[in-house]
């Protein structure tokens, strides 16, 4: 070889070996990237899911002094955290600075009003309520309404606070007789206000005044009307009010009635109750906010949540859960618009709980001894404390007390639900509802979709892999496997769709034929089979071998059509003529239209081809000399499939299900379209679903960023990575452990 050639082999060698370390790095690179990737995504998803769980904190900012006249009625802070309020049991009412502002400073008066007349009870508004209403001596009631006006002088935001009287200034009659109101409760709604009441000789009266709007003028006019509340105890401590004014609690000592007032013309007595804990007495009743629990302090520490619980055909107020505070309860305060509330002890410790999470969040102890009244922040970032004519302010850190491990993955006793269950349901029109965020309706539906998937498309991918790798003709693969690869391609919102819109009524329609075609179809082809192995051999010969699987096609139009004819007379044989409505009444078993069938199938088929790909590129990978040394040997050709083929192959056969189990797992616009999702926990195959990768798609964009409902999304989404990533970890050590047991076949 001359010199030259050596040469030229010499620089071959040489870009071989640069090609093959460009390779080499260029894949390391991108595999690491992709690790690097994945590691970006999951500490994203703990940075964001992170402050659930952060713990309740406060920390005391400032303090400042008042001149406080008699005890406090009502504390609270206005929206933007800037002016906060007190009224008085004798009628003063003080408006002061809670945040420093330019030349004001936190505790300066900005404002006071007296109310005229003698006073001789007080109705303190509910949570979120921002009315308070005196009772007077004469039997009248007069309701007031802090109020803050917001200007810009001089482009400087300037806060004025005023009192208003939203139902005018002169004071309503509650007491016809003119007795003076000894107790007193009251609520309003947009058209409607009552207020209920116990005068000095110990009657009940209730006035409830309709507002209607004037045609003319557009003002509102207000009538009134009087009633009479029967069978009062004779010692009043607490009266409480429904907003929907439609129960009445009156509490004496331990002992609670409760009145049904939806009927003013008919006020009865529902109920009786002892509310007490064991071995305590009552020291404070108040409303949780939406006003459909009741939360009672004992004088040993136990505050218990009662709401109404469907039982005998009727609802009573059930004592559902208990709470412990780290002392005799003197004050409960209830959050304006969600489901915790504030304890305060009689040595200052203040204790923060939250009533659906079932979950003491805080404990701290106020320094000077007890309190006197307490205030949260409709923001529910500040706490306004009173001890004399002290006050102190505290900034509070609880964003997202509503989400516990309890709340996210045990059963829960909702309000107005029968017993504890599991629920998602994050929102709602209302600002008082009871946020339901347990995410085990979510994985069981992943997991049953996945479920119905696998039953569906693992019988048929194997199957169609193997017979298509070992047994069908090379002319004919070369047709098939591209065919059933290329279904891959097709995207899942066109498969969702038709699935929802085309697939579902068609199952509804013909159930009876849906169900038979399910049985039919194997024992049909199984029997084809059966016929064609004692064909004589004259007549097996005309078909090439590998092409069998022809035979099949007119076989299963026939079953399809066959089942689908008599689908209707099995429906009206056996099914009355509506096997939706038999199925219900006669079966018990709920039907919905879009349910997993519907999704088994559809999802099944777009799990196929990932299935049906791996595992017939396993099996066909098989080296030749395996299955020609068994056939050579005496093996038949199904022996030799089962003891060599599929064994050799097992580990990418494992990998081709695990692969559809994960690709079944993270599905989402077939689940979102063919489901209906309805978050329940049903195992029948006629029920809905609602997925963990449907929920986010559905809830995401309507979500508040940053709020309990994003990040309980992003946990979803958390949760649902963790899922893939132990399923593929599984499949790995399966995997390897198959090929290290298979590999010396």
């Known amino acids: 070889m001359s010199s030259e050639s050596i040469n030229l082999v010499m620089a071959g060698s040489r870009k071989r070996r640069i090609k093959d370390k460009l390779a080499k790095y260029g894949v390391t690179t991108g595999g690491g990237l992709v690790l690097v990737a994945l590691l970006l995504i999951f500490f994203y998803l703990l940075y964001v899911v992170k402050p659930i769980f952060n713990g309740a904190s406060m920390e005391a900012t400032s303090s400042f002094t008042l001149p406080v006249q008699g005890k406090t009625a009502w504390l609270g802070v206005e929206e933007q955290n800037e002016i906060g309020y007190r009224f008085s049991d004798q009628g003063q009412v003080s408006f002061f600075a809670v945040q420093a502002d330019g030349n004001l400073k936190v505790g300066q008066v900005l404002g006071q009003s007296q109310m005229v007349g003698q006073i001789t009870s007080v109705a303190a508004p509910a949570p979120g309520q921002k009315l308070i209403a005196y009772g007077f001596a004469d039997g009248k009631a007069l309701v007031v309404q802090p109020s803050f006006k917001v200007s810009y002088p001089n482009d400087v935001r300037v806060i004025e606070p005023s009192l208003q009287h939203p139902f005018g200034d002169k004071p309503m009659v509650v007491d016809p007789q003119g007795k003076a109101l000894t107790s007193m409760v009251f609520e309003a709604t947009k058209d409607k206000m009552a207020a209920a009441a116990v005068t000095e000789d110990g009657r009940g009266v209730m006035t409830v005044m309709s507002g209607e709007e004037n045609f003319l003028s557009g003002e509102v ?218 995410l085990v309706p979510l994985v069981f539906g992943t997991l049953k979709a996945s479920f119905y998937a696998m039953v569906f498309a693992v019988p048929l991918g194997v199957a169609g892999a193997i017979y298509t790798a070992y047994f069908m003709s090379a002319s004919l693969r070369k047709y098939v496997k591209p065919t059933v690869e290329i279904m891959a391609a097709l995207p899942t919102v066109i498969l969702g769709f038709l699935a929802g819109l085309w697939l579902a009524p068609i199952i509804e329609g013909a159930l009876p034929g849906v169900i038979l075609l399910l049985i039919l179809l194997p024992m049909g082809m199984l029997l084809t089979a059966l016929v064609w192995n004692y064909l004589p051999e004259r007549g097996r010969t005309w078909l090439p071998d590998g092409w069998h699987a022809i035979l099949l096609i007119p076989v299963l139009l026939v079953i399809g059509w066959g089942a689908f004819s008599l689908s209707p007379l099995i429906e009206n044989a056996f099914m009355h003529g509506d096997s939706r409505i038999w199925l219900t009444h006669e079966m018990g078993i709920k039907f919905d239209q879009r349910n997993s069938l519907v999704v088994g199938i559809a999802m099944g088929f777009a799990v196929i081809p990932t299935i049906f790909s791996i595992a017939e590129d396993a099996v066909f990978s098989v080296p030749k000399h395996l299955t020609q040394g068994s056939l050579a040997l005496g093996a038949t050709p199904w022996q030799t499939l089962s003891r060599v083929v599929i064994l050799t192959a097992s580990p990418g056969i494992f990998s081709a299900v695990m692969m559809g189990l994960g690709r079944a797992v993270g599905e989402t616009m077939i689940v979102l379209m063919a489901t209906g999702n309805t978050p329940i926990m049903d195992f029948s195959m006629f029920q809905g679903l609602r997925t963990l990768a449907a929920n986010i798609a559905v809830e995401m964009p309507e979500s508040e960023v940053g709020s309990s409902h994003y990040r309980v999304l992003f946990l979803a989404a958390f949760v649902l990575f963790v899922f893939t990533f132990m399923f593929n970890t599984l499949a790995e050590f399966v995997r390897q452990r198959l090929r290290e047991k298979y590999s010396s076949l």
Do not use: C
């Not at 429904?242 to 004496?252: A, E, K, Q, S």
């Not at 939250?354 to 205030?375: M, N, P, Q, S, Y």
């Not at 102190?392 to 045990?410: I, Y």
């Open 221 to 438: 006019e207000w009538s009134s009307e009087n009633y009479a509340i029967p069978s009062l105890p004779r010692h009043v401590d607490q009266m409480l009010l429904t907003p929907n004014l439609r129960i009445l609690f009156v509490r004496d000592g331990n002992r609670l009635s409760v009145y049904d007032i939806h009927n003013l013309n008919d006020i009865s007595l529902r109920d009786v109750m002892e509310i007490n804990a064991p071995d305590a007495n009552v020291a404070r009743v108040e409303l949780l906010s939406g006003a459909s629990s009741l939360l009672v302090g004992n004088d040993n520490g136990v505050i218990s949540q009662w709401f109404e619980v469907a039982k005998d055909g009727k609802r009573q107020f059930t004592q559902i859960r208990d709470f412990k505070s780290d002392g005799a309860v003197a004050l409960l305060t209830p959050e304006h618009f969600r489901k915790g509330f504030i304890s305060a002890t009689q040595d200052g410790t203040i204790n923060f709980f939250h009533a659906t999470g079932e979950a003491k969040l805080l404990t701290e102890k106020v320094e000077g001894g007890a309190l006197a009244a307490l205030a949260i922040s409709p923001r529910h970032n500040l706490l306004l404390a009173q001890q004399g004519d002290g006050f102190k302010l505290f900034d509070v850190e609880n964003d997202h007390p509503e989400v516990t491990w309890s709340a996210l993955w045990q059963q829960v006793w909702y309000e107005g639900y029968p017993e504890p269950q599991y629920v998602w349901q994050s929102t709602s029109a209302s600002n008082d509802f009871e946020a339901k965020l347990s």
